[in-house]
């Protein structure tokens, strides 16, 4: 199958990365990881990215501040955040600086 697409998965558990590369396998999307926003950066320069999936509560790196700058950058890419922070008003706030089309609670179901 050709996969035309590309998926970015960024978060510092490799276990999670791990896991959302098994649970996207077979989909029409060419899966791409990063342990770090630093190494997400470098993969969007070098790559076409068509969604990005990030944690928010990363080391180095927040995914807030990671989104921000992706938005700038690479606007076209469409943004989901992923994370176990329960601040809402905090990740409204994310949401609408950074574009961010949906939010992905940790942890999710799989289906």
Not at 38 to 59: E, R
């Amino acid at each position: 199958m050709l996969k035309n697409r590309a998926v970015l998965f960024v978060d510092d558990d490799n276990s999670v990365l791990s896991t959302l590369t098994r649970l996207f396998y077979r989909e029409e999307y060419q899966v791409v990881v990063a342990n770090s926003a630093v190494a997400a950066l470098s993969v969007l320069s070098k790559q076409k990215i068509d969604l990005l999936v990030s944690n928010q509560l990363m080391p180095g790196m927040s995914g807030a501040e990671f989104l921000q700058q992706v938005d700038h950058q690479f606007p076209e890419i469409v943004k989901i955040l992923m994370t176990g922070y329960a601040d809402i008003e905090s990740l409204l706030d994310i949401i609408d600086q950074c574009n961010v089309i949906n939010l992905l609670p940790k942890p999710w179901k799989n289906e």
